[in-house]
C-alpha cells in the first residue's frame, strides 16, 4: 500500500521514509493532509494534529470525502478520485508564480528549478479546477496557507499512494517541500502515515523483492549482505505481490508463502486472484486466524503468534524501532513468525543458515547488513520510546529529523522533479456513473482478520456504503437500504449509508466484512512505477438491490 512512498521519497531524497518525527506536530504551524483520515485510521497522530489546530496551526486537507480533520480545515481541498497530481501541480504553479518559494533554500538545497517552473506554469488553478473539480480560489488559498505558514508538515496516506499516479504523487509532495523550504527543519517535512504497527519495519527488512534489509537497492547491496550471509545473492530481483498473482494465473507460479496477509479479502479485482490462486500446487498461509485465503484455497496453515504473544521489534511510521515483549504466551501451536521460518527453513534443508535463539540474535545480524541501524543495540532498544534511525553508532541519540545538512549520500541538494497529470484509465461511464473510493475505518480494521474476532465488531458489524443525498435521492435509495454495486470487474450488495461525507458522483465503501467481499468491485489498474492497486478509483453502478438487481458482469 505504501510501495509508493518509498518509491517516491527514496526517488527525490534518497531515503524511502518520513523525514520527521510526530513530534513535530507540536511545532508545525500549518499541516497538510493528503489523502489520509487520521482521526479514523491513525487516531493517536489524528488525535495530536486535532490538538495542534486547536491551539492555531493551520489545516488543509485533500480528501474526496468530508472527513473529521476536513471540518476543520482553513480549507477542504476535495478532487474527484485520480486527479490528485493536477491538483498538486497547481499548488506547486501558485507557489512559482506568486514568488512564494524559499529562495535561500532553493539556492542551497533543490536544484533543476528553471525546468521545474516551466512545467508546472502551464497548471494554472483554473486549468486544475476542470480536471479535478477543486475551485481554482481554494487551490489558490491552500497553496497560500502552505508556503507562508512555516513550518509546514506534510501528511499522506493511502488516497495517495493507491491511484495509477502514486508515487507521481508522494513526488508532488516532496516538490512542493523543496518549493518551499519545508524540509530538515523541526514541524516540517514529507511523511507518510503506515497503516499497522510494523508495515515500515517489514517493508524495511527486506520484504520487496528489489531491496534488501535497510531498503537497500538489491544492485547496490548484493554484496554487502552477501558477504554476511554467506550466500551468493540474485542479482536480479523476484517478483512483487501482484506480480506473483499474475504469474500464479499464467500457470508459472507453483507455490506461494503468504505471511499476515488475507489476499482473498484484500487483493484486487476478486474473481481474478481467486482463479490465481485456484492454480497453485500448494498455498501456505501463516496467519493468526483462519482468513478467507486459508480457507477457501489454502493447502497448509500455519497458526502464528499475535504481537502480544511474541519478543522482537516494531518499526513505526516515524522510523522508530521499539521493543515489544511477550504479554501472555500463544495458544496451542501457534509460533512466532521466526521461528515458523526457521522451521520452514530446515525443512527445505537450510537450516544452517537459519539458527538463531531468540529475536536478539536475528536482530544482531540486522545490525551487521544495515549501517543506519549499527547502533541500535538491542540492550539501547530497551529504552523508553526505543530509537529512531539514522542511528549508526552506539553512542548515537538517533535521528529525529532527517535532511537537515544533506540528503542521502551527502549530497547537498535534491532535485525538482516535474510530474505531468495523466488520466486514470478507470473512468467512469454512462452505464456506470460513480467513482468508487475503498477504505478503512475506525472499528474495522482491513479486512476485518483481527478485529472482525474481537468486541469491536459490534461497533461495525458490516460494511456500508457511502453515498450522497443527492445521489441516493435520484436512485430512490434511502438509509438502510440494500444497494447492488456493480464495476467491470464484479459485483457486491452494501447497505446504504447516506450522508454528505461523500459528494455526489462518488461513494464510500470498508472491506472488512467478507460476506459483502468489497474487492470483488475493484479492478487492475496499478500505480506504474511500484504495481501497488489502484484500490481508490473504481467506475461503478448502483441499482436498489430488491427494485433493479445490477446488471452481471461477463
Not at 50 to 62: D, T
Request: aromatic letters at 6%; a negative charge.
Amino acid at each position: 500500500c505504501h510501495a509508493p512512498s518509498a518509491a517516491g521519497l527514496w526517488s527525490m531524497l534518497g531515503t524511502g521514509a518520513a523525514t520527521n518525527s510526530f513530534a513535530d506536530i507540536e511545532a508545525a504551524r500549518t499541516i497538510l493532509v493528503c489523502g489520509a483520515n487520521p482521526t479514523e485510521n491513525h487516531p493517536v497522530v489524528g488525535a495530536r494534529i486535532v490538538q495542534a489546530v486547536r491551539r492555531g496551526a493551520h489545516l488543509v486537507v485533500v480528501d474526496p470525502r468530508r472527513t473529521e480533520l476536513a471540518g476543520m480545515a482553513d480549507v477542504h481541498l476535495r478532487p474527484r478520485p485520480g486527479t490528485t497530481v493536477a491538483l498538486l501541480d497547481a499548488m506547486a504553479s501558485v507557489v512559482v508564480a506568486e514568488g512564494l518559494v524559499d529562495e535561500a533554500f532553493l539556492a542551497a538545497r533543490a536544484r533543476g528549478f528553471d525546468a521545474f517552473a516551466a512545467s508546472v506554469a502551464t497548471w494554472t488553478p483554473e486549468r486544475a479546477e476542470a480536471v479535478c473539480g477543486v475551485p481554482a480560489d481554494d487551490i489558490r488559498r491552500a497553496a497560500r496557507l502552505y508556503a507562508t505558514g512555516p513550518p509546514a508538515m506534510s501528511f499522506h496516506g493511502l488516497g495517495i499512494t493507491e491511484q495509477t499516479q502514486g508515487t507521481d504523487g508522494v513526488v508532488c509532495l516532496v516538490d512542493l517541500a523543496l518549493l518551499t523550504g519545508n524540509l530538515g527543519r523541526p514541524g516540517s517535512g514529507v511523511n507518510p502515515l503506515r497503516g499497522q504497527n510494523n508495515v515500515q519495519g517489514a517493508a524495511h527488512m527486506g520484504c520487496e523483492p528489489a531491496h534488501l534489509p535497510g531498503y537497500a537497492p538489491l544492485v547496490d547491496a548484493r554484496e554487502r549482505v552477501g558477504a554476511v550471509w554467506g550466500v551468493d545473492v540474485p542479482r536480479e530481483p523476484g517478483l512483487d505481490a501482484m506480480q506473483m498473482l499474475d504469474a500464479a494465473g499464467a500457470g508459472a507460479l507453483q507455490a506461494l508463502l503468504v505471511i499476515g496477509w488475507d489476499l482473498l479479502a484484500t487483493q484486487p479485482d476478486t474473481n481474478t486472484t481467486r482463479r490465481a490462486l485456484a492454480r497453485l500446487d500448494t498455498l501456505v498461509v501463516v496467519d493468526l486466524f483462519l482468513d478467507e485465503t486459508a480457507r477457501e484455497a489454502g493447502t497448509v496453515f500455519l497458526p502464528a503468534a499475535s504481537a502480544f504473544e511474541k519478543d522482537g521489534t516494531f518499526m513505526n511510521s516515524e522510523r522508530r524501532v521499539q521493543r515489544v515483549r511477550a504479554a501472555v504466551a500463544p495458544p496451542g501451536e501457534a509460533k512466532a513468525d521466526w521461528e515458523i521460518l526457521c522451521r520452514l527453513a530446515a525443512a527445505l534443508g537450510h537450516g544452517d543458515r537459519f539458527v538463531y535463539d531468540g529475536p536478539a540474535a536475528i536482530w544482531e545480524e540486522v545490525r551487521r547488513v544495515w549501517a543506519p541501524g549499527a547502533g541500535m543495540g538491542w540492550e539501547r532498544l530497551d529504552a523508553p520510546g526505543g530509537l529512531q534511525w539514522p542511528c549508526p553508532t552506539d553512542d548515537h541519540p538517533g535521528t529525529g529529523i532527517l535532511h537537515s545538512e544533506t540528503f542521502a549520500g551527502g549530497e547537498p541538494r535534491a532535485p525538482l522533479r516535474p510530474v505531468e497529470y495523466r488520466p486514470s484509465p478507470e473512468r467512469p461511464s454512462a452505464d456506470l456513473p460513480f467513482v468508487l473510493v475503498t477504505g478503512r475505518g475506525l472499528y474495522a480494521f482491513n479486512a476485518g482478520t483481527m478485529t472482525g474476532r474481537s468486541a469491536t465488531a459490534a461497533l461495525h458489524a458490516t460494511d456500508r456504503l457511502e453515498i450522497s443525498p443527492a445521489d441516493a435521492e435520484s436512485l430512490g435509495i434511502a438509509d438502510g437500504d440494500e444497494v447492488g454495486v456493480r464495476s467491470r470487474y464484479g459485483e457486491a450488495v452494501l447497505p446504504a449509508e447516506v450522508t454528505d461525507r461523500v459528494p455526489p458522483g462518488v461513494v464510500f465503501a470498508t472491506f472488512s466484512d467478507p460476506a459483502r467481499a468489497v474487492n470483488r468491485l475493484t479492478g487492475p489498474h496499478r500505480d506504474a512505477c511500484t504495481n501497488t492497486p489502484a484500490y481508490k478509483v473504481t467506475a461503478v453502478g448502483l441499482a436498489p438491490a430488491g427494485a433493479a438487481a445490477p446488471r452481471r458482469c461477463i
